[in-house]
């Protein structure tokens, strides 16, 4: 899989490049509009990361460009641009997916791999862990061949761990992740809590009990090998 | 100026006329009596002059304050408009205006660097932020972090995300104070509480929390749906984590005439006004950021509605009107 990222401030390029490479991506990196045009134009890539706020141009026409080019690759815009405008006309132009910054690098992960699983055959539609079987097709989970009843959020939260699989994924970024930005720490922590715990049973009920693990003061971690 | 002057003028000359007929045509040469005739009637008609003069100058003068007075009510810091005095026939006025229109600009000025100040800070403290909280993620994946390290770990990610938080909420009320929610439809305040309610179920769910509807008609206002449903979620937000451990529930009252959204739970411990304000928080809830309230005012006076809490047998109640 090979990831292209268009983004003007070098930190943050540097977090999302060390965060990505280690799942496995081959990723490439642009800061500038004008690299970033060349780089579209040169390569093919399987998704592409991109910032609106470019020197030297508008993103939006990185997007269009790429979109008319190599209709298969899937595009994430990331932002801090965050009206519901900005969020549509980045879509409507060609885009799968939107992030507002600041983000979570977890949840820029999850988001990649969505985009790859619609656009990409590459990818399998199935994430299987010893016999743990999440079906993202159907959103069905099943675990030692029995189907688990999970709640919406709970699915979510499973999903999300891992597609973070083997990273210490935190609490604020699963609380963002399932509310957006107006949910408060306070509310949500009880509640990841309490769906944890509960999806902690579903899956020890059923032979998988060892996946989830908390990491005290700091969050969740889903542990496969 | 000239018309003032002919006030003084004319009467006096009026006065010496006057005597000089009386002198010459009139009387008798009755020598004293025409002596204080001459002294007196030109005095009464100077006195009943000036005090015409200087009740005219008087009714002016307050006409000019007045004017003076409303200009200055009409004055908004926060609006572009220009205070506009006008022109007075007393140059002293003038000198007045000159310089409350000079202050004015100064206030002006200093308000509108101090907002500049509030409003870079918080976008330009994003970025560093996103940063922080980004290198943490990727220490947190480390192998070689001990127990005692993935504590100081778990501290600065609380803190960050606390700060972020602080900050976004922050670059919210800017942004409300600047308007930057100009699309307005026509809002229904039930579509929108059921709406958040459905969003935070499992939360109300989990806190054992009872919803009590009580719906008389429709509220329906003219402003933006996205501030209405952060108005919404901030209220109902502030229900559950503000509701009595035992017996809690949320109250939501609809009529015609306003919304309001009650809940038990322990009396505030600081005055009514001062809960609106920034970062005033009363709570033993740590999490808590002050800025909730703060917001929901923020958007009420842009929407044009009134806000109002109060505290009657044991519960919380804000209505919105």
Known sequence: ?225 | MKRLKLFYILPILIAVLVTAIFIGNAFPPDWYLTATLCAVIPAMIIALGFHFITFQRIKIIRNQLLQIFETLEEFDVDEPKKVKFEESPFPIFNELNKYLAELIDRVRKNYQANKQFTQNASHELQTPLAVIKGHVEILLQSPQIGEKEMESLAAVLQNTNRLSKINSSLILLSKIEHQRFPDTTKVDFEKVVEEILKNFKDLIQIHGIEIRKNYQGKFEIEMSDTLAEILIANLIQNAIRHNSEKQSFIEVNISPTNVSISNPGNPPKMSVEKLFKRFKRDSEVEESLGLGLSIVKGICKQSGLEVNYEYRDGEHQLTIK
């Open chain 1, 1 to 225: 899989m090979k990831l292209l990222i268009i983004e003007d401030e070098q930190d943050l390029l540097d977090l999302m490049l060390r965060y990505l490479k280690r799942e496995g991506y081959v990723c490439e990196s642009a800061i500038t509009f004008n690299e970033g045009f060349k780089k579209i134009n040169n390569f093919e890539y399987d998704c592409a990361v991109i910032d609106l706020n470019l020197p030297g141009g508008d993103g939006l026409k990185l997007v269009n460009l790429l979109r008319e080019d190599n209709t298969q690759a899937g595009i994430v815009i990331i932002s801090a641009r965050d009206t519901v405008d900005d969020r549509i006309s980045g879509l409507e132009i060609g885009a799968d997916d939107y992030l507002t910054k600041p983000f979570n690098l977890s949840e820029l992960n999850a988001r990649i791999k969505a985009v790859l699983r619609r656009k990409t055959n590459q990818f399998s539609k199935e994430l299987k862990f010893g016999n743990l079987l999440i079906n993202m097709d159907e959103r069905k989970v099943t675990a030692s061949d029995n189907v688990l009843q999970l709640t919406k959020k709970e699915y979510s939260i499973l999903l999300y761990l891992a597609r973070n699989k083997n990273r210490v994924v935190t609490k604020d970024s699963i609380a963002e992740h399932l509310w957006g930005d107006y949910m408060d720490d306070a509310v949500s922590y009880d509640f990841i809590y309490a769906h944890v715990k509960n999806l902690r049973k579903k899956l020890a009920e059923n032979d998988c009990g060892d996946f989830l693990k908390t990491v005290y003061g700091i969050g969740y971690k889903f542990q496969a090998n």
